[in-house]
């Protein structure tokens, strides 16, 4: 039995559904089974989504509040007034102020723009910089993804004569800003016909509605927005980053071409990953460490020289900031072991001073991935009283809902069901720890915390084809709510595997189904090599890709998870270094079982000494549970009853096949009955014999050993046969006819040759269906 690491949510649609698209569509039926599953069900939609750049976007002034805003800044460009376009510091703040700024100056518009410290000023408008833009003479602010929460900010600006007009995607509150307009997707009473818009997509249907087309120049920038800001790529955004992807494969912007050059990217190749893992890692970097001022401006340089000094400077800025993630995350790790250890708390807030505020939210990130609990990470400051962080969920935990009813305590916070931000005061960071723990504890059940993979489809291997995996791109771009598809094989041999990697910590598989084959890797599965025994039945979650080289093309798994639904056995007979197999076993699960207390002494066991269990009857046996255990037999019981016994009322996960001997019987010569009708004519015909002083010869003579002489002699005195005297076998005359067996000597001595065939030099394959008898199940039959 090989456990998976995560719940496994497996979706099956109707058989029939699957093959009546595939039929219209003429697509493989595990495209189709995709497609289904993402709730695309009819022909119709299914070339929609497959052929997103043929749909049209959506008209702008569909958005309320569009019209009013138009004209305002429509007023304002032919009055030259002053407009600030007002940002925030992350990859789709930049990605917004670029398009809003972009668009506003296409049009003539004395425009420039504002994005808030992280630091000094924290998240959205702020009163300080409301003022400074009044100073400035700005008479129109027009926020981009942020804004929707500035209500006191928004009302300062009317009280100061400075019309705002926002544009935002977050969630709304309960109460809204006065603005002049307030474009969002999800205002109340909005009919948009796609709410999920990143902020940098409400920015471009401004530009739209102000530049009266499409600005498809644009689309680069937005599909970095888009995609970075984790926004479901469905609706509307799957054709903004389709179309976005396409611009930035050829885009001209100086500053990304820098970029992208300096980190090695081939431009035909970019994708959602290249924005994902490359740029938006970049962008993002100068936002939670400095001013995004340089990022908004490599976006928009013209001048190499710039783009080149720019680029240098958010790759230094990345850098550093992966080294303060990986520092933070290992002080907040221990800081959780020690203090809030996470099966007393169902969700973690950890608090610190010291801890940048830039990157804790990557920090609550790691956390969750290694604990699976909502997570809070804060900045303590200490001058200011206050504590300012981020915070990541799970399913099942909308942790914005969760956050709204600690409003009392939270005078600044936003995000969505699985992210958030917030600012709170340093003596309400217990509080609000004991608050979401106690709402916690009435929504989570334990299975809550065991991570889940939604699996798309389930097919064979012969199943997945060239043409079946080239068909599933066709549902690239994938992000949130079109994930990355995940397949699933169930019952699959596992025909090789071996470790690769300079520190041997991945894995290289090839499975095998009915004739078929399919290979696999895994990074980080490593450990699966000896996890899997030979001839198990694998069950494996992955995803398909296209694997090219030397010229050759072929379907490829990359593992997910790994399930094995029946015990295993694993032979570690005849093994040497049996250590290093011990300390990899987890401890709550290994048990080591002996049956001779010197095996301890024999095998150097004395680190496991107090852990291994000494079996010298079938009473002690029956008093040990090995349910769902990784047992691992030392040496060799005295007999195949014990074992019966052992695993009669329970079933062990794993069984481990060691059983040393010291001194073995199968290859000492076992007699036959022939041997011992040819010993006692020889002693009929002699009479006597002298055993000491002609043992050896008469051994060498018949090709036997001295032992073999010497255990016939024992058997033969037991069964009364012969007599011995100083050395000298004597035959009993007439004595009672009796079986070989009823000799005690005999019985044990065969009993053990047995034993040792059965257990000790059989091959793998029997060693198993002994196990399976002794189990009573009947699966291995099946598998065969």
Known sequence: MLTAKTRWDVKRPNIDKINELAQQLNIAPLVASLLINRGIDTA????????????????????????RAVMRIQQAIQTGERILVFGDY???????????????????????????????????????????????????????????????????????????????????????????????????????????????GVAFKVAHALLGEVPSHLLDVVAIGTIADLVSLTGENRLLVVKGLEQLRTTRRVGLRTLLKQCGVNMQQINEETVGFVIAPRINAVGRLSDADPAVRLLMTNDETEAQMLTAEMEALNQERQQLVNDIT??????????????????????????????????????????????????????????????????????????????????????????????????????????????????????????????????????ITIEAVEQMEQLAPFGVDNPKPLILIEDASVQTIRRIGADQSHVKMVFEQDGATLDSVG????????????DAKVSVVGSLSMNEWNHLRKPQLMICDVLVREWQLFDMRGMKHVHSIF???????????????????????????????????????????????????????????VIKVLLSYSLPARIYALFYQRETHFFSTMPTRDHFKWFYAFLLQRGSFHLEKYGDELARSRGWTKETIHFMVQVFLELQFVTLHNGVVSLVHQPEKRDLMDSPTYRLKHAQFELENILLYSSYEQLKRTFFEITGSQVYEEAK
Not at 50 to 66: E, I
Not at 524 to 531: F, I, P
Not at 591 to 597: D, E, G, K, P, T
Not at 627 to 635: E, Q, S, Y
Request: with cysteine.
């Open 44 to 67: 119709e939609a299914a070339k929609a989504f497959l052929y997103p750049a043929k749909q049209p976007f959506h008209d702008p002034f569909l958005l309320d509040g569009m019209d």
């Open 90 to 200: 992350d990859a789709d703040g930049v990605s917004s102020t670029t398009v809003m700024v972009s668009a506003l100056a296409e049009m003539g518009a004395n425009v420039d723009f504002y994005i808030p410290n992280r630091f000094t000023e924290g998240y959205g408008p702020n009163e300080r910089a409301f003022r400074l833009a009044k100073e400035n003479g700005v008479s129109l602010i027009i926020t981009v993804d942020t804004g929707i929460a500035a209500v006191k900010e928004v009302a300062l600006a009317n009280e100061l004569g400075m019309d705002v007009i926002i544009t935002d995607h977050h969630e709304p509150g309960p109460v809204l800003p006065e603005a002049l307009a307030i474009i969002h997707p999800k205002k109340p009473g909005s009919t948009y016909p796609f709410r999920e818009l990143a902020g940098v």
């Open 330 to 463: 290992e002080e907040a790790i221990a800081m959780i072991q020690d203090r809030f250890p996470p099966d007393a708390y169902r969700v973690l807030v950890v608090a610190n001073e010291g801890w940048n505020a830039g990157v804790v939210g990557i920090v609550a990130s790691r956390l969750v991935e290694q604990f699976y609990r909502p997570t809070i990470v804060l900045s303590i400051d200490r001058d200011k009283g206050i504590a300012k962080g981020s915070g990541r969920s799970i399913h099942g935990f909308d942790l914005f809902l969760h956050l709204s009813a600690c409003r009392d305590i939270l005078p600044h916070f936003g995000g969505h069901p699985m992210a958030a931000g917030m600012t709170l005061a340093i003596e309400h960071v217990d509080e609000l720890r004991e608050r979401l723990n106690a709402q916690a504890s009435e929504i989570l059940a334990e299975e809550d915390f065991i991570p889940i993979t939604s699996i798309d489809a389930t097919c064979s291997v012969r199943d």
């Open 523 to 534: 990074f980080g599965y490593g450990y699966l090599h000896d996890e899997i025994a030979r």
């Open 583 to 641: 300390s990899s076993l987890p401890a709550e699960k290994r048990l080591l079982i002996a049956f001779r207390q010197d095996t301890v002494e024999a095998l150097r066991l004395h680190a496991y000494r107090e852990e291994i269990y000494v079996i010298t009857s079938t009473e002690e046996a029956k008093r040990l549970s090995v349910d769902g255990r990784f047992i691992v037999f030392l040496d060799m019981p005295p007999s195949l009853e």
